[in-house]
């Protein structure tokens, strides 16, 4: 049974950059494509960045294009969420996610989750 840990988040003041981590376990972890989604307060689960399996396509939403960047490292099991430029907005649980099947936006797509980290960007 894959399972995700993710950390890396915290209070970060808006301008400033979060590092966020994924470490996976239980699967073969170079064969599924990851994604990071994130729920503010009151609101649904978005998706934010997803990335192919060897790391070469990534996609991301339009809200965070340009300050976030989604990268893997299949050697460590982990896949990262380095966020740039930070946003109140940007304030959220996050989570990583492995794709099961089928488009890589789609939330519904995503069969197993991590137990999120928060961030929270203060003005």
């Known amino acids: 049974q894959l399972q995700l840990v993710e950390s890396g988040g915290g209070l970060v003041q808006v301008g400033g950059s979060l590092r966020l981590s994924c470490a996976a376990s239980g699967g073969t972890f170079g064969n599924i494509v990851m994604g990071w989604f994130r729920q503010a307060p009151g609101k649904e689960r978005e998706f934010v960045a997803a990335i192919s399996r060897g ?67 203060s003005s």
């Not at 050697?75 to 930070?86: E, F, G, I």
């Not at 304030?91 to 995503?110: K, L, S």
């Open 55 to 121: 790391g070469y396509y990534t996609f991301y939403a339009d809200s965070v294009k340009g300050r976030f960047t989604i990268s893997r490292d299949n050697v460590k099991n982990t896949v990262y969420l380095q966020m740039d430029s930070l946003k109140p907005e940007d304030t959220a649980n996050y989570y990583c996610a492995a794709r099961t099947t089928g488009q890589y936006t789609d939330i519904n797509n995503y069969g197993y989750w991590g137990q999120g980290t928060r961030v929270t960007v």
